[in-house]
C-alpha cells in the first residue's frame, strides 16, 4: 500500500502548528534593540537637564555681579607725638577699645611747664616794658611844641610801637608753650580699638612725628568687591548686595555706596624724561581688569567681628531699570562696648 506523505500545512505527530502563534520569533529581536537604546536615550535626557542647567547658571552668573575678591576696610588713625620726651605714662593696652577723649600716653612734661613758665615771665617782662614806653610816649605827645620837640616824639611813639610788639611775640611764645604742654598728653580722637601698640613701651623717648600707635575707628567698616570691569555695566549705586566672611556663617547684608573711578595704569607712569613708560609686549589674551566697589554694610550682627582685611564674597542683585535712588544709609554697629 502506497504510504501518504504529510502535508506541508500539516504538521508531523507531536508537534503544534506555529500559524496561530501570536509571538513570531521577531518580537524578541525588537524588544532587545529597544533595550539597547534605552542608555541612549537616558544619556540624551541627562545631556539636556545638565545643559539646561549649565544655561541657567550661566545667566544667573552674567546677570547677578559677584566676587570672591572682597576686603573689609576701615579707616585707621595713626598717632604721632606733636612733642619729643620719654613716656612716662601708657594708660591702654593693645586691642583695648577707647572712646574719644581717653588719654593713651603721656610724655615727661616737666620740660614744657619749666618753658611755660619762662614764657609767662617773658610776657610779664614786656608787659611792663611796654606800659612804661606808652606813658612816656602819651606824655611827649601831650606837650606843646616849646617843650619837646617832634624828633623827641617820633622817637618814644616808635618805642612804645616796639615795646608792643615785643609783648605780642612773647604772647605768642607763651601760647606755644602752652600748646606743647597740652601736647605731652594724648587723647584718643576716635572711638575704636588701639592696634599696634607694640612700637611703644613706658619709658621709650617718644620722637616727634614718629608713630606710636594706630587705632582702627569702629563705626567706619566697609566692605571693598574688586569686580571685573566686563561687570560694571550691571552695578549701580544703591543696589542690595549680599556679603559672606570667609570665617562666618552669617550672611550681611550691605548696598552700593560707590564704584573706584580709577585704578593705577602702568603705562601712564612717567620715565627719566617725564615721558609715558610704554610696556612693548601686548598679550593677545587681555585679563579684565578689576575695579574696587563700596558696599556699605546696613547691619552686622552682634557676634559678628569685624577686623580689617578679611576675606569676603560679595553677590550684587542689580535693581530693574525702572527702580531709581538708592535706600537710606544705616549706621553701621560693630559688637563692641
Do not use: C
Amino acid at each position: 500500500m502506497p504510504q501518504t506523505l504529510p502535508s506541508p500545512e500539516t504538521p508531523p505527530p507531536g508537534q503544534q502548528s506555529t500559524r496561530d502563534d501570536p509571538s513570531p520569533p521577531n518580537d524578541s529581536r525588537s524588544i532587545e534593540r529597544r533595550l539597547r537604546l534605552l542608555p541612549v536615550i537616558g544619556t540624551f535626557l541627562v545631556a539636556t537637564l545638565a545643559a539646561g542647567a549649565v544655561w541657567i547658571l550661566w545667566q544667573d552668573y552674567m546677570g547677578t555681579p559677584w566676587t570672591r575678591d572682597g576686603t573689609v576696610r576701615a579707616y585707621v588713625v595713626t598717632l604721632a607725638p606733636e612733642v619729643s620726651g620719654r613716656i612716662t605714662e601708657l594708660d591702654v593696652r593693645d586691642n583695648q577699645y577707647v572712646h574719644v577723649g581717653d588719654l593713651l600716653m603721656k610724655i615727661d612734661p616737666r620740660d614744657y611747664k619749666v618753658a611755660v613758665d619762662l614764657s609767662k615771665a617773658a610776657v610779664d617782662e614786656a608787659q611792663a616794658d611796654y606800659d612804661n614806653k606808652k606813658v612816656q610816649a602819651d606824655r611827649r605827645l601831650a606837650l606843646s611844641d616849646l617843650s619837646t620837640s617832634i624828633e623827641a616824639r617820633q622817637s618814644y611813639t616808635s618805642s612804645a610801637a616796639m615795646a608792643l610788639a615785643v609783648l605780642e611775640q612773647q604772647k605768642a611764645n607763651f601760647e606755644r608753650a602752652r600748646v606743647n604742654l597740652a601736647r605731652t598728653e594724648i587723647r584718643s580722637p576716635v572711638t575704636g580699638w588701639v592696634t599696634n601698640l607694640l612700637l611703644a613701651r613706658q619709658g621709650d623717648y617718644a620722637a616727634t612725628g614718629q608713630t606710636a600707635m594706630s587705632l582702627v575707628e569702629a563705626d567706619s567698616f566697609w566692605v571693598d568687591g574688586y569686580f571685573e570691569e566686563t561687570a560694571l555695566k550691571l552695578i549701580h549705586e544703591g543696589d542690595p548686595a549680599t556679603i559672606w566672611l570667609l570665617g562666618y556663617r552669617q550672611v550681611l547684608q550691605g548696598h552700593v555706596e560707590g564704584v573706584a573711578r580709577g585704578i593705577v595704569v602702568s603705562n601712564a607712569t612717567p620715565g627719566k624724561s617725564g615721558l609715558a613708560s610704554v610696556n612693548p609686549i601686548f598679550t593677545w589674551v587681555r585679563l579684565a581688569q578689576r575695579v574696587p566697589v563700596r558696599m556699605h554694610l546696613d547691619a552686622v550682627p552682634p557676634d559678628v567681628q569685624l577686623v580689617v582685611g578679611m576675606t569676603a564674597t560679595v553677590e550684587i542683585h542689580p535693581k530693574p531699570a525702572s527702580a531709581s535712588g538708592a535706600p537710606p544709609t544705616a549706621a553701621v554697629k560693630p559688637n563692641h562696648p
